[in-house]
């Protein structure tokens, strides 16, 4: 009996549907070994860098076969978990490659930095697979709990220690919610299973379930910064490092959204209504207060909760769209593009800040073109590309999302979020007139610094970008 | 093998290798950066020129066609990359093509700051242009129809006046804002007809039920009229002229915003002709509202470059009321005078920027009596203002000519008003060319004006060749649309007769349901 559930639990399949996490866990466990020993500690780079390539190929191993379901149906892994596990793996590196060298006072704590940036990334890629309340759950906290130390990260600063406590609380109060609603549906339908849940077609008349249901998607809106759950996010995201802001920004965001599809699937169709208008204020939300800062993370943020809101029209027109996958695969782009594009802009605040020492606002940003002509490009680009203008990701990205809104038989909706969307132009428009328009403000000089491996990887960021706007044929064939 | 490099593509893209071997060159070497960017032009227009020659107008077809795989999106679409050229392109994009070089000349007066960006943002602006005339998939033409902004954005922005700020926003923003709704009308068209093949679209769109394409017709219009602008879209237009530079104004005056009409007539009268149908009468109106309200606009201006701004608002009128007055005589006159308004407005532009750097101010009442002091400048002024006028003989006559003729088939009441339009634009552009040309000579500082210098001249120069060669000959041109433009006033005949026979079928149906 026991040798059973061993061989079943160790088969070849559940290797292969558990490979990435695998590949996390043990990164994780070697970078604490490491730790133990000074002399390996120059070693680190390397097992991270390992770590990510192992996990990026134990996702391309179940990308392109039949979907694998493991753990008595709980975790599955399949084209849409391996191409959500490769995102992952990009947002850590671009969270790593952006935070070395960042951190001062902290540089002594590189190797927990380290880890729990990897423990955070099982933790994601244990969303994404999940099909399973419980299961989810344990990703969620995985990934939430490093997150709440890397928010506080730099100790010395109270910013950043408000950041992280404010995170933890109310992020604690949202996992609280969440396992709240996981029992109400246990207790009203039987089963923590999503596929027995979506089995249950009267869910409606359950309130209990329903109640259940109801607090499962408040919490995951909480994660993925959705209104009204979203006045967390610019303290936070201002707060926290930088190089920590990134991560969160697109990490957090996209693993709720790739829990949040097969969710979705449960929700009764009568909900699309309500999903659709909880995605237009928030772009609204988003929007308008972002019009506002002055503040360059504060002013991301908002831009990132009304692209959560964008995304959130594509799960509205999840239940009408003939399309099959077709919503899935809108969110996995636009996740994609908006990973490389919020992800290089937040690494280039993290690079001229940290040779300031200064947060960066708009009014700093003044005349960068003139004395660094590449940042302030490459801050363009990707300005460009959170504003959706065609040749860059996040136009295709807007593409794909607006047409399951159309698609659905939601053409006012769709109409009214591309109207928003305008807006956010006013300010991204903004900080490109600094850069380039305005001269260089007499009180903040940026002097330069050299960071090769930021700098490369805001290169790669912005090559990203383009690729995905210009050449996005593999991406639109494989990735869905 | 030799490479052929009468190609679209080449033509489309040898600007934006331009640019980015510019951007390559150091900072400091302006010589450098201006050659490149004019051998470029001049390449380009070379190449342009040779095409429309080759282009063979006695079909309707796509010609030079270029197809390659582009991307697949949901639902198994196939997006092309998908050029060609038809009657309705040919001029602008010639029109494109010789205006580069002439551009670029231009810019040696004027700009003399951050002289390797703006060579940049030049060159990058017509890729931009020339892709969008010469699309031939939906989503490509859409690509280029926004980035083109770009460049736009940034030359007003960084070297434009005091407002530019207020004006380059203003610009972005109203423009964006009617292209993302046209934005969703694409979606929704590329997923019923499951393609984005233009030529096709032509024929699916075309059957589609009337109501259906007046929807779809509405948010591909108002992307249009905005650009164009037809009036009551228009009032970021004199915002971005008064604070573009001089090259700046002339490429959004001779082609951006021909963009526009452009789209009007593929994307508006050729793909919906039903819907154009209908909506006829109220784009005609609004043309004519244009004309003359641009003409009392112009009248009341002291500056001398919004006065010019505000009369491209009343000669666009023209031609979107040739567009819609869906006869064949207003289709070519619209299309021509697209080409007429880009030469003589680019050319009146072009000396308003030369008189701007010598005497530093646009104000009508500073000037007064140059002609004595500046003879060739005077020469120059007076031939634009003329074929801006339509003096027969000039380019100007022919296409208005054509496009009042079109409309009076049409409708002979707005023809006459958009007559008077003639009348005030003579007032308007004669009154200040008499202001600034002739009379005393007032102010002491426009007496040791230099006149033009042979650059000058020489940049004129073509565009003149053209004016009066359009006004001799201008068979010569409309040879080449009239099979395009028979293809489309078939198109509109085919709705036209449709509708009557619903409408005779109406009573019949209405019967029906009352029997019941």
Same mark, same amino acid.
């Given at each position: 009996?026991?040798?059973?559930?061993?061989?079943?639990?160790?088969?070849?399949?559940?290797? #292969?549907?558990?490979?990435?996490?695998?590949?996390?866990?043990?990164?994780?466990?070697?970078?604490?070994?490491?730790?133990?020993?000074?002399?390996?500690?120059?070693?680190?780079?390397?097992?991270?860098?390992?770590?990510?390539?192992?996990?990026?190929?134990?996702?391309?191993?179940?990308?392109?076969?039949?979907?694998?379901?493991?753990?008595?149906?709980?975790?599955?892994?399949?084209?849409?978990?391996?191409?959500?596990?490769?995102?992952?793996?990009?947002?850590?590196?671009?969270?790593?490659?952006?935070?070395?060298?960042?951190?001062?006072?902290?540089?002594?704590?590189?190797?927990?930095?380290?880890?729990?940036?990897?423990?955070?990334?099982?933790?994601?890629?244990?969303?994404?697979?999940?099909?399973?309340?419980?299961?989810?759950?344990?990703?969620?906290?995985?990934?939430?709990?490093?997150?709440?130390?890397?928010?506080?990260?730099?100790?010395?600063?109270?910013?950043?220690?408000?950041?992280?406590?404010?995170?933890?609380?109310?992020?604690?109060?949202?996992?609280?919610?969440?396992?709240?609603?996981?029992?109400?549906?246990?207790?009203?339908?039987?089963?923590?299973?999503?596929?027995?849940?979506?089995?249950?077609?009267?869910?409606?008349?359950?309130?209990?379930?329903?109640?259940?249901?109801?607090?499962? =998607?408040?919490?995951?809106?909480?994660?993925?910064?959705?209104?009204?759950?979203?006045?967390?996010?610019?303290?936070?995201?201002?707060?926290?490092?930088?190089?920590?802001?990134?991560?969160?920004?697109?990490?957090?965001?996209?693993?709720?959204?790739?829990?949040?599809?097969?969710?979705?699937?449960?929700?009764?169709?009568?909900?699309?209504?309500?999903?659709?208008?909880?995605?237009?204020?928030?772009?609204?939300?988003?929007?308008?207060?972002?019009?506002?800062?002055?503040?360059?993370?504060?002013?991301?943020?908002?831009?990132?909760?009304?692209?959560?809101?964008?995304?959130?029209?594509?799960?509205?027109?999840?239940?009408? #769209?003939?399309?099959?996958?077709?919503?899935?695969?809108?969110?996995?782009?636009?996740?994609?593009?908006?990973?490389?594009?919020?992800?290089?802009?937040?690494?280039?605040?993290?690079?001229?800040?940290?040779?300031?020492?200064?947060? =960066?606002?708009?009014?700093?940003?003044?005349?960068?073109?003139?004395?660094?002509?590449?940042?302030?490009?490459?801050?363009?680009?990707?300005?460009?590309?959170?504003?959706?203008?065609?040749?860059?990701?996040?136009?295709?990205?807007?593409?794909?999302?607006?047409? =399951?809104?159309?698609?659905?038989?939601?053409?006012?909706?769709?109409?009214?979020?591309?109207?928003?969307?305008?807006?956010?132009?006013?300010?991204?428009?903004?900080?490109?007139?600094?850069?380039?328009?305005?001269?260089?403000?007499?009180?903040?000089?940026?002097?330069?610094?050299?960071?090769?491996?930021?700098?490369?990887?805001?290169? =790669?960021?912005?090559?990203?970008?383009?690729?995905?706007?210009?050449?996005?044929?593999?991406?639109?064939?494989?990735?869905? | 093998?030799?490479?052929?490099?009468?190609?679209?593509?080449?033509? @489309?893209?040898?600007?934006?290798?331009?640019?980015?071997?510019?951007?390559?060159?150091?900072?400091?070497?302006?010589?450098?950066?201006?050659?490149?960017?004019?051998?470029?032009?001049?390449?380009?227009?070379?190449?342009?020129?040779?095409?429309?020659?080759?282009?063979?107008?006695?079909?309707?077809?796509?010609?030079?066609?270029? @197809?390659?795989?582009?991307?697949?999106?949901?639902?198994?679409?196939?997006?092309?990359?998908?050029?060609?050229?038809?009657?309705?392109?040919?001029?602008?994009?010639?029109?494109?093509?010789?205006?580069?070089?002439?551009?670029?000349?231009?810019?040696?007066?004027?700009?003399?700051?951050?002289?390797?960006?703006?060579?940049?943002?030049?060159?990058?602006?017509?890729?931009?242009?020339?892709?969008?005339?010469?699309?031939?998939?939906?989503?490509?033409?859409?690509?280029?129809?926004?980035?083109?902004?770009?460049?736009?954005?940034?030359?007003?922005?960084?070297?434009?006046?005091?407002?530019?700020?207020?004006?380059?926003?203003?610009?972005?923003?109203?423009?964006?804002?009617?292209?993302?709704?046209?934005?969703?009308?694409?979606?929704?068209?590329?997923?019923?007809?499951?393609?984005?093949?233009?030529?096709?679209?032509?024929?699916?769109?075309?059957?589609?039920?009337?109501?259906?394409?007046?929807?779809?017709?509405?948010?591909?219009?108002?992307?249009?009229?905005?650009?164009?602008?037809?009036?009551?879209?228009?009032?970021?237009?004199?915002?971005?002229?008064?604070?573009?530079?001089?090259?700046?104004?002339?490429?959004?005056?001779?082609?951006?915003?021909?963009?526009?009409?452009?789209?009007?007539?593929?994307?508006?009268?050729?793909?919906?002709?039903?819907?154009?149908?209908?909506?006829?009468?109220?784009?005609?109106?609004?043309?004519?509202?244009?004309?003359?309200?641009?003409?009392?606009?112009?009248?009341?201006?002291?500056?001398?470059?919004?006065?010019?701004?505000?009369?491209?608002?009343?000669?666009?009128?023209?031609?979107?009321?040739?567009?819609?007055?869906?006869?064949?005589?207003?289709?070519?006159?619209?299309?021509?005078?697209?080409?007429?308004?880009?030469?003589?407005?680019?050319?009146?532009?072009?000396?308003?920027?030369?008189?701007?750097?010598?005497?530093?101010?646009?104000?009508?009442?500073?000037?007064?009596?140059?002609?004595?002091?500046?003879?060739?400048?005077?020469?120059?002024? +007076?031939?634009?203002?003329?074929?801006?006028?339509?003096?027969?003989?000039?380019?100007?006559?022919?296409?208005?000519?054509?496009?009042?003729?079109?409309?009076?088939?049409?409708?002979?009441?707005?023809?006459?008003?958009?007559?008077?339009? +003639?009348?005030?634009?003579?007032?308007?552009?004669?009154?200040?060319?008499?202001?600034?040309?002739?009379?005393?000579?007032?102010?002491?500082?426009?007496?040791?004006?230099?006149?033009?210098?042979?650059?000058? @001249?020489?940049?004129?120069?073509?565009?003149?060749?053209?004016?009066?060669?359009?006004?001799?000959?201008?068979?010569?041109?409309?040879?080449?649309?009239?099979?395009?433009?028979?293809?489309?006033?078939?198109?509109?005949?085919?709705?036209?007769?449709?509708?009557?026979?619903?409408?005779?079928?109406?009573?019949?149906?209405?019967?029906?349901?009352?029997?019941?």
């Amino acid at each position: 009996m026991n040798s059973d559930i061993a061989s079943r639990i160790l088969s070849q399949t559940t290797l #292969d549907a558990s490979g990435p996490f695998l590949a996390f866990a043990i990164g994780v466990l070697l970078l604490v070994f490491l730790e133990l020993f000074r002399a390996l500690q120059p070693l680190r780079s390397v097992v991270f860098l390992a770590t990510l390539a192992a996990a990026a190929w134990a996702a391309t191993r179940t990308m392109f076969g039949p979907e694998l379901s493991v753990f008595e149906g709980t975790y599955v892994a399949n084209s849409t978990t391996s191409s959500w596990s490769l995102l992952f793996v990009a947002t850590t590196l671009i969270a790593w490659a952006f935070g070395r060298k960042y951190y001062r006072e902290e540089a002594h704590l590189e190797g927990e930095h380290d880890i729990l940036l990897l423990t955070a990334a099982s933790g994601m890629v244990l969303m994404a697979g999940s099909r399973d309340l419980l299961v989810f759950f344990v990703g969620l906290e995985t990934l939430s709990v490093p997150l709440y130390a890397l928010a506080g990260f730099r100790r010395s600063r109270r910013e950043s220690v408000e950041a992280g406590l404010k995170y933890f609380v109310l992020g604690s109060f949202a996992a609280a919610i969440y396992l709240m609603g996981a029992a109400f549906v246990y207790a009203g339908t039987g089963t923590l299973q999503l596929s027995g849940i979506q089995a249950r077609s009267d869910l409606l008349e359950q309130p209990l379930a329903i109640t259940g249901v109801a607090m499962l =998607v408040a919490a995951i809106f909480f994660k993925i910064s959705v209104f009204p759950f979203h006045l967390w996010v610019p303290d936070v995201y201002q707060g926290a490092p930088s190089p920590v802001t990134t991560f969160m920004a697109t990490g957090t965001k996209a693993a709720a959204f790739a829990f949040l599809l097969p969710l979705a699937f449960a929700l009764p169709v009568q909900s699309a209504g309500l999903i659709a208008a909880i995605a237009l204020l928030t772009m609204a939300a988003g929007n308008l207060a972002a019009l506002v800062q002055t503040d360059m993370k504060r002013l991301l943020a908002y831009s990132g909760i009304a692209h959560a809101g964008t995304m959130l029209l594509a799960i509205a027109g999840i239940f009408t #769209d003939p399309e099959l996958g077709g919503a899935s695969q809108a969110i996995l782009f636009y996740m994609a593009a908006y990973t490389f594009t919020a992800g290089g802009a937040f690494g280039l605040l993290t690079m001229l800040e940290a040779q300031t020492g200064k947060p =960066v606002t708009i009014e700093s940003l003044r005349g960068l073109a003139q004395k660094r002509p590449g940042i302030a490009a490459a801050l363009t680009l990707f300005m460009l590309s959170l504003g959706g203008i065609p040749a860059t990701g996040g136009f295709l990205g807007k593409y794909l999302i607006f047409s =399951v809104a159309v698609r659905g038989d939601m053409i006012p909706a769709a109409i009214i979020g591309i109207l928003l969307s305008v807006v956010a132009l006013g300010y991204y428009l903004r900080i490109v007139v600094a850069m380039y328009m305005q001269s260089e403000s007499e009180t903040q000089t940026i002097p330069a610094e050299s960071r090769p491996l930021a700098s490369a990887m805001a290169l =790669v960021c912005a090559a990203m970008v383009l690729v995905l706007g210009v050449l996005p044929g593999w991406f639109l064939t494989n990735v869905r | 093998m030799a490479i052929n490099v009468m190609t679209l593509s080449v033509l @489309v893209f040898l600007p934006l290798l331009g640019a980015l071997l510019i951007a390559a060159t150091p900072k400091k070497a302006v010589g450098m950066q201006r050659g490149i960017a004019l051998l470029t032009t001049l390449a380009v227009a070379w190449i342009g020129i040779a095409l429309c020659l080759r282009f063979d107008g006695s079909s309707a077809a796509m010609q030079f066609t270029e @197809v390659a795989p582009w991307f697949t999106l949901p639902g198994g679409i196939d997006v092309h990359y998908r050029l060609g050229m038809d009657g309705i392109s040919v001029l602008l994009v010639g029109l494109t093509a010789i205006l580069g070089p002439i551009v670029v000349l231009s810019t040696w007066g004027h700009i003399h700051v951050r002289v390797k960006e703006f060579m940049v943002w030049l060159l990058a602006m017509q890729t931009g242009m020339l892709g969008v005339f010469l699309s031939l998939d939906l989503i490509l033409f859409y690509v280029f129809w926004e980035t083109s902004l770009i460049p736009l954005y940034f030359i007003l922005g960084i070297w434009g006046g005091e407002r530019r700020l207020y004006a380059t926003i203003k610009f972005f923003l109203y423009t964006f804002a009617g292209s993302v709704v046209m934005l969703i009308a694409a979606i929704w068209l590329i997923w019923t007809a499951e393609t984005t093949d233009v030529v096709r679209l032509l024929d699916i769109a075309g059957r589609m039920p009337v109501e259906t394409q007046t929807w779809l017709f509405a948010a591909f219009a108002l992307a249009f009229a905005i650009k164009v602008p037809l009036m009551p879209f228009h009032t970021w237009l004199p915002d971005a002229h008064t604070e573009a530079p001089t090259s700046g104004s002339v490429i959004l005056a001779g082609v951006l915003l021909k963009m526009g009409t452009y789209g009007l007539l593929r994307y508006g009268i050729q793909m919906f002709p039903g819907a154009a149908l209908e909506a006829a009468p109220w784009m005609m109106a609004l043309g004519v509202l244009g004309i003359v309200y641009g003409a009392f606009l112009a009248m009341a201006q002291t500056d001398v470059k919004r006065l010019i701004a505000c009369s491209s608002v009343s000669h666009l009128g023209y031609v979107v009321l040739g567009l819609f007055a869906l006869t064949e005589a207003g289709l070519r006159g619209s299309l021509l005078q697209m080409v007429n308004h880009g030469l003589s407005t680019g050319l009146l532009f072009l000396l308003i920027g030369m008189i701007y750097e010598r005497r530093h101010t646009r104000a009508l009442d500073q000037y007064g009596g140059i002609a004595g002091v500046m003879p060739i400048f005077a020469l120059f002024l +007076v031939f634009a203002v003329l074929s801006s006028v339509g003096l027969p003989g000039l380019n100007g006559f022919v296409g208005e000519y054509l496009i009042l003729l079109g409309t009076w088939e049409a409708s002979p009441w707005l023809a006459a008003i958009a007559v008077t339009g +003639v009348v005030f634009g003579a007032i308007y552009l004669l009154m200040a060319t008499r202001k600034m040309l002739f009379g005393p000579l007032v102010h002491s500082e426009n007496k040791s004006l230099s006149d033009l210098n042979g650059r000058e @001249v020489a940049l004129m120069l073509p565009i003149v060749v053209l004016c009066v060669w359009i006004g001799v000959q201008p068979n010569v041109f409309l040879d080449r649309t009239d099979a395009s433009l028979r293809d489309v006033t078939s198109r509109i005949e085919h709705a036209r007769s449709a509708r009557t026979a619903s409408i005779e079928a109406t009573p019949v149906h209405r019967l029906e349901i009352e029997a019941r």
